[in-house]
């Protein structure tokens, strides 16, 4: 589990600097990480129907730049002890998201790494998906490992690549939707 945060530092860290906004809640999240020095726990994992792209998104993520590849190299081997769930109110978006969509938090309240203060965790999305449009008081970094666009209510629907950062101010309005490929993406929250 701590190589998955190690790594998730490597990717977002050098990056964060040149997206506006990021750096700050970057430097909290992985400054907060750093000094936590509580053992990890087992959950009871669980999979969903969109875990069966989970392989297919990490072979992606395996042909992107090094930060990625390590990156999906720790998922691989954290991703038996996931407890992969749908989102609150899923059942009543289309099917397609029901069946195409599962987050995974590591760490948070009810995480692998139960704590308040961040929440760090995995967002897979099967392709021709669309998550709802939704917010949270937490302001978020994701990292994008495979496939994906993003928006919110101030910038308009982007790839960032594999790689690629996105951050969203606390509150706004955001989104992510696929293509043709999976979407995999690490996010982390500051709720410090
Ligand atoms: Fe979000």
């Known amino acids: 589990m701590r190589d998955f945060l ?17 750096a700050p809640a970057a430097c909290r999240i992985f400054a907060a990480i750093g000094e936590f020095a509580g053992a990890s726990r087992p959950i009871v994992p669980q999979r969903l129907p969109v875990c069966d792209r989970l392989e297919e998104a990490l072979n992606i993520a395996a042909g992107g730049p090094p930060s ?7 998922i ?3 991703s038996p002890d996931l407890c992969w769930q749908r989102r609150k109110g899923a059942d009543r978006e289309p099917e397609s998201f029901f069946d195409g969509h599962a987050n995974a938090l590591v760490v948070g309240p009810g995480g692998i790494e139960d704590r ?4 760090i965790g995995l967002s897979l999305m099967a392709p021709h998906v669309r998550y709802p449009d939704h917010a949270h008081p937490p302001e978020e970094v994701y990292v994008s490992l495979a496939g994906g666009a ?11 690549g594999q790689g690629g950062l996105v951050y969203n101010p606390p509150g706004i309005v955001h989104a992510m939707r696929t293509d043709e490929q999976p979407l995999l993406a690490v ?6």
């Open 76 to 78: 691989a081997a954290l």
């Open 68 to 74: 990625v590849m390590a990156l999906a190299v720790a």
């Open 187 to 192: 996010w982390c929250l500051w709720a410090g």
């Open 116 to 119: 308040d203060d961040v929440q």
């Open 150 to 160: 993003w928006r919110n209510e101030i910038e308009d629907w982007h790839e960032p």
């Open 6 to 22: 190690a790594c998730t530092a490597v990717a977002i860290l050098p990056k964060a600097e040149a997206l506006s906004g990021a």
